[in-house]
């Protein structure tokens, strides 16, 4: 069995300490070592003994949890999950912590916090999971500066790419893509600030699903819109997928394409949890199967569990084409790895590779490189 994960739970309320250590020692993957009611004595406690990862509160007294955040991460890296109810509803704190370093950031209630974690035990216990696996070397995109020239947003590679290859006419027709479907988890939010940063609005109709908080997903996608050429925003039931937008399934529903006339439009829709998560990038990637076929590019991303993999084979098998992110680049390589073993990706390539490998599919319809073959892992 592999060894349990080391938690520190870092939070002023004794109450908000002692439900935290309850519900992390039921999951036998990991293990409560400290707790600190503030961050000075967090730092004594890590002092003794260096955790895999932090559960952290962002309003506590003497020092607050951003500060101690970002003093945390310029001197000693360790994955943090911003626990807070400060970071409820997607407010820029929220973006704040993710700037500072936090892997993943959970809002919670103000009123029926033991409720809320008792319903949402099992994915409360994988995000903590997942972030004690997290990659830590790696610098936040979140402090770029937003849209301001054309050559700060578009990189030259894509440029190149327009200069080559003229104006896109995107759909069956044409040959190339009519819908990107993109996965994401764990690190997700930063990987697909840098992705979705280095596309143009040339690019073909962008769905994604980012495992994330209901109360997150219109805040995220408005932040990402700050930063990118293509259109960004929460994808609302009958939106159409359309070139140089890209919509982001809301927090607690289901994303799915569907055939519209001549092109595409997604449905938003409730239902089970799927792989243990709503949405589920297997639902997205399944109707994008149904409905596209070989019309379609399936992207996954850093993120832990498998959530995406079958969906994504039945995209190849139906004749999509098929991108993983690579190890070196992701966060967490969990969810790219399953799709890759499952015998779903055509290419595997680091993230900031995806985007040029994109806007070549979007312009030209070239598919790079033979098929992986099943079982194939990375060095």
Not at 75 to 102: L, N, R, Y
Not at 132 to 155: C, E, F, G, H, Y
Not at 365 to 371: Q, S
Request: overall charge neutral; charged content about 20%; hydrophobic content about 45%.
């Amino acid at each position: 069995m592999p060894r349990k994960r080391s938690v520190l739970i870092v939070d002023d309320s004794a109450t908000m300490r002692t439900t935290l250590t309850e519900l992390l020692n039921s999951d036998a993957r990991l293990e409560v070592v400290a707790v600190a009611g503030d961050p000075y004595i967090a730092a004594a406690k890590i002092e003794k003994r260096v955790p895999d990862v932090i559960v952290l509160d962002l309003e506590m007294p003497r020092m607050d949890g951003l500060t101690f955040l970002r003093r945390l991460m310029a001197q000693h890296p360790i994955p943090v999950v911003v626990c807070s109810s400060s970071a409820e509803k997607g407010s820029a704190t929220a973006f704040k912590a993710m700037e500072a370093g936090a892997v993943e950031v959970i809002g919670k209630p103000k009123l029926g916090v033991k409720q809320f974690f008792e319903e949402m035990r099992e994915t409360f216990c994988d995000v903590v999971v997942a972030a004690s696996l997290a990659n830590m070397q790696r610098k936040s995109m979140w402090t770029v500066a937003p849209k301001l020239t054309a050559d700060v947003i578009i990189p030259k590679t894509v440029q190149g790419l327009r200069q080559a290859a003229g104006s896109p006419q995107l759909g069956r027709s044409a040959g190339v893509p009519g819908v990107i479907a993109i996965g994401a988890s764990t690190g997700g939010t930063e990987a697909l600030l840098r992705l979705l940063q280095e596309l143009s609005s040339e690019v073909s109709g962008i769905v994604i699903v980012q495992h994330m908080p209901e109360a997150f997903t219109a805040g995220f996608a408005d932040r990402l819109n700050e930063f990118c050429e293509v259109e960004v925003r929460e994808a609302k039931d009958g939106d159409a997928v359309e070139q140089g937008v890209a919509l982001i399934a809301p927090g607690n529903w289901h994303i799915l394409v569907r055939s519209k006339g001549k092109g595409y439009a997604v449905e938003v829709k409730g239902g089970p949890r799927v792989c243990r998560h709503r949405p589920s990038v297997d639902v997205l990637f399944r109707s994008v199967a149904q409905c596209a076929g070989q019309d379609a590019v399936g992207v996954i991303l850093t993120g832990m569990g498998d959530d995406g993999a079958q969906g994504m084979l039945e995209m190849k098998q139906a004749g999509a084409y098929n991108i993983a992110q690579d190890r070196d680049s992701c966060v967490v390589f969990g969810m790219p790895n399953e799709a890759i073993l499952r015998g779903g990706v055509d290419k595997i390539v680091a993230l900031d590779g995806i985007a040029p490998l994109l806007m070549k599919l979007s312009v030209k319809g070239v598919r790079e490189g033979p098929a992986l073959p099943v079982g194939a892992v990375l060095a």
